[in-house]
């Protein structure tokens, strides 16, 4: 049994909409390769994806919040891999800025997070989803929903 599927029946309601923003290098290769493997992955999992996350910014992330995404993540290359030479890193320093920005503003930082994986391991994507689910749910135990704030 998965972490997704012990989460309280309360909260997984409150989880429809996981916007994940997949590069199209080793982001998107992960996803495939997972469903090459027949591997599942939560159904509220909804992959964007992108040439490189280093097109992914704040005001992507937001539009994505303000039409109905519960949380907002980003997978691209691991480190020194991404195929526009630093993308994953701005994505990254965008990812951590927001997440100040998040706290100042009284929320969770737990609703944007940042994943690196490799293409030839589809493994990395479907634990990369588990850990958005298992974040958000937390997050939303103890603060509520960003929803619940707006
Ligand atoms: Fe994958 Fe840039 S191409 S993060």
Redesign the pocket.
């Known amino acids: 049994m998965s972490d997704c599927e012990t989460i309280d029946e309360n909260i997984r309601e409150k989880i429809q909409n996981l916007v994940v923003f997949m590069?199209?290098?080793?982001?998107q290769g992960s996803a495939n390769t997972a469903g090459v493997a027949r591997m599942a992955y939560d159904p509220a999992i909804r992959i964007i994806r992108v040439?490189?996350?280093?097109q992914v910014g704040p005001t992507q992330i937001m539009d994505a919040l303000n039409n109905g995404a519960d949380a907002v993540a980003c997978v691209?290359?691991c480190l020194g891999?991404?195929?526009?030479f630093n993308?994953?890193i701005l994505?990254m320093h965008r990812i951590k800025l927001m997440k100040k920005v998040f706290k100042e503003l009284g929320y969770s930082d737990q609703f944007v997070n940042q994943y690196?994986s490799r293409a030839a391991e589809g493994e990395t994507s479907v634990g990369d989803f588990e850990d958005i689910v298992e974040r958000l749910s937390n997050a939303i135990k103890e603060e509520g929903t960003i929803k619940d704030g707006c």
């Open positions: 590069c199209n290098e080793c982001g040439q490189c996350t280093g691209g290359c891999a991404c195929h526009f993308g994953n994505s690196t």
